[in-house]
């Protein structure tokens, strides 16, 4: 699952930072006009906010006390959202009417705030957001789990350190950001009370857990733990082993990890969420074999990037592009297979991201859809790219150190990466930076036909190298084989135009621009296989099923028009219409299809039972069609969702909803340039 991952006070990730924060932001706003945003510097002692609260899961009931004292000089302001705030005394004063559900109180150093309150948090739908996986469920507190992230306590307005006390049933285990859990005797009988201590000063803290068993061990100072249902246990050692594996990789790579503890707890809700310290994950998510191996480590890595150093939200969420680049694409780096996932990253730009959609990565926040994780994962991480290649993997990653031991425990922007790394690449780095962060789009090229010229016995070969956006600035790999052998070159792009200019003994027969990908740049049709997301990555595509089909699968035609597609059927479409779009086709009768666009009407295609096909738009090349072939409508129904999770791809198979297949059409790599021979005689022999 692509962690896809903005969130709770800026520490939730893996969710849209409009979800459950409105009075977070409400305080925002005030703070914009108020004094009080004098005394929010990172230089001021934290508050301490002391929690104290009774969990009924059988009642769904949340009670609590709590305290927040303030560093003299120092102010903020604490909200009461949808609990029952009973008492709220300021200096050991009734806060008056100002208590109660929706209020927003101030509180000034040297006066202490005391509060208690209770509120109900029972079982809510699950709804799965198809372009936000991994991000769902509500507060609850129930029988079958715990899961409070935001507004189960009154929230304040500066990152504090968090006392948390938790007495609840015994059976169930909860857990918060801390770097261990201390238990203590509980006041009543058949109850047990936690205690949690945050590590570093948070925005906020969260609650989870549930009937869990707990698996703990130590490794290199730090405690590793699993918190799994019953069910999912034997998955324990797995997971520990693999935050092992991590903390080897990540602490050579960026020194010491920044805290006592890394736990994996389960969850009831299908979520894939980092916190300090530990990550939720989902009951079903759990057991698929690749998140150990690559999603955990994301997570993990969040420790650093998200957590420890926490993202200055002016400037843009810089976290979600860093740890894809150092998690998800580092483990095919290993593979030797960076440049798999680098073209990925390029071809959901294309596809996800239209002009009208568009943003600088300096204005990312987190991610809602395709559009905004194709820009804040993807473009950001090929940022990252592009300075490491600059950099060289020493200096690069010696920066990126640099910038946690200036900047953490705190906030920081891309401002201070910035600085981090020209203090090693100088100042055409920041200008490298502040170009691709500060503005749109990707970098789009235009090769002219190579010219070579022979003299005594030398090839002379000219490049000639558009950039037709921008400009931005940017190193282009140029690999040229000659007769008799292979050479690589760096050229420099600054500007809108550049000449590679070189002399070889043997004759150039083949050039290839950009091979492994290493620039964000647009590409060539030749090079972008049909894949799903040519089709799902724009709402104005259409979707087709004859009327036959209409009746057997109108929860599909009805799901694609709530996601924006318009469906039609057979009768109500012309060549035109399917040559400006990209199309899906539903039926397993491919005479239509064929009638329609002159595709043949057999196709070979695995033995499933629902196979998806994504092919070159016959009336345009540019576009795709995909094609959903089945026997039985009820094979349909278990999957057809799911191919919005497999837009890399150009074929997917199901039996009974599992996928059982999968491929990528071939297609070339890089920009490839075929040189053919001239005409005896001539002193210029012209590329082709």
């Not at 789990?145 to 350190?161: D, K, Q, T």
């Not at 040229?480 to 004759?507: A, I, M, N, P, Q």
């Amino acid at each position: 699952m692509d962690w896809l991952f903005k969130p709770l006070y800026g520490r939730l990730r893996n969710k849209s930072p409009l979800c459950k924060i409105s009075l977070f932001a409400a305080f925002c706003a005030v703070l914009l006009v108020s004094p009080l945003s004098l005394s929010t510097s990172r230089g001021a002692d934290p508050p301490a906010y002391h929690l104290k609260i009774t969990l009924y899961p059988a009642k769904n009931r949340i009670a609590g006390e709590g305290k927040i004292t303030l560093p003299d000089g120092t102010a903020g302001l604490v909200g009461t959202g949808s609990l029952n705030v009973t008492d709220m005394r300021i200096g050991g004063k009734r806060a008056g009417e100002k208590e109660g559900a929706g209020a927003v109180i101030e509180v000034r150093g040297g006066e202490a705030l005391e509060f208690r309150y209770d509120g109900l948090f029972p079982p809510g739908k699950e709804e799965e957001v198809i372009e936000n996986v991994g991000v769902t469920g509500s507060n609850i507190i129930d029988e079958r789990g715990i899961m409070l992230i935001s507004e189960w306590y009154p929230p304040f307005s500066r990152p504090c350190l968090y006392h948390l006390e938790v007495t609840l049933p015994e059976g169930f285990v909860v857990l918060s950001e801390s770097n261990g859990v201390r238990v203590v005797e509980a006041p009543e009988k058949g109850f047990k009370t936690l205690i949690f201590d945050s590590p570093i000063p948070l925005d906020g803290i969260t609650l989870v857990g549930g009937r869990h068993i707990h698996q703990m061990e130590r490794y290199r100072g730090v405690s590793i733990s699993t918190y799994f249902f019953p069910e999912e246990d034997h998955l324990s050692t797995l997971y520990r082993d693999s935050v092992k594996k991590y903390l080897d990789l990540y602490g050579e790579m960026l020194g010491r990890y920044p805290f006592g503890s890394f736990s994996v707890v389960e969850n009831i809700f299908q979520t894939g969420y980092s916190f300090p310290t530990y990550t939720l994950l989902g009951s079903r998510i759990l057991p698929l074999p690749y998140i150990p191996e690559t999603s955990l480590g994301h997570e993990f890595l969040h420790q650093w990037f998200g957590h420890l150093v926490e993202v200055d939200g002016e400037q843009g969420n810089w976290s979600e592009g860093l740890t894809t680049y150092l998690a998800d694409h580092w483990y095919k780096e290993l593979k030797g297979e960076g440049h798999v996932y680098r073209k990925k990253i390029l071809i959901d730009y294309v596809n996800y991201v239209p002009p009208s959609r568009d943003i600088p990565v300096s204005q990312f926040r987190g991610r809602v859809d395709f559009a905004t994780r194709a820009i804040g994962y993807g473009k950001t991480a090929m940022i990252f790219h592009m300075v490491r290649k600059t950099l060289g993997d020493d200096d690069f990653f010696s920066s990126l150190r640099t910038f946690i031991e200036k900047n953490g425990p705190g906030r920081a922007g891309w401002d201070d990466l910035r600085s981090s790394f020209t203090e090693k690449g100088g100042r055409e780095l920041g200008r490298l930076i502040d170009g691709w962060t500060k503005g749109t789009g990707m970098a789009q090229i235009e090769i002219a036909p190579p010219k070579i010229v022979r003299k005594d016995n030398l090839f002379h070969l000219e490049l000639d190298i558009d950039q037709r956006s921008g400009p931005y600035l940017f190193s282009l790999p140029v690999t040229v084989e000659t007769e008799r052998s292979k050479e690589d070159f760096l050229v420099k792009v600054d500007g809108k135009k550049v000449t590679f200019s070189e002399t070889f003994t043997s004759r150039p027969t083949r050039i290839i621009v950009d091979r492994d990908y290493d620039t964000f740049r647009r590409p060539t049709g030749a090079e972008i296989p049909p894949v799903i997301s040519g089709f799902t990555g724009n709402r104005e595509n259409i979707v087709i099923i004859p009327e036959e089909e209409r009746e057997r699968l109108g929860e599909v035609a009805a799901f694609f028009e709530d996601q924006g597609f318009r469906v039609a059927g057979a009768d109500a479409v012309k060549d035109d219409m399917l040559g400006r779009v990209s199309f899906l086709y539903i039926s397993p009768d491919r005479r239509i299809l064929s009638k329609l666009t002159g595709f043949p009407a057999e196709i070979a295609l695995p033995e499933a039972g629902f196979t998806v096909k994504v092919m070159k738009n016959p009336l345009n090349p540019e576009k795709v069609a995909v094609l959903f072939d089945y026997d039985d409508a009820s094979e349909v129904k278990r999957a057809y969702k799911k191919i919005f999770r497999y837009g890399n791809y150009s074929l997917i198979a199901f039996d009974v909803g599992k996928n059982v297949a999968q491929e990528i059409e071939p297609a070339e790599r890089g920009i490839v340039i075929n040189i053919g021979r001239g005409h005896p005689g001539k002193g210029e022999e012209p590329g082709s």
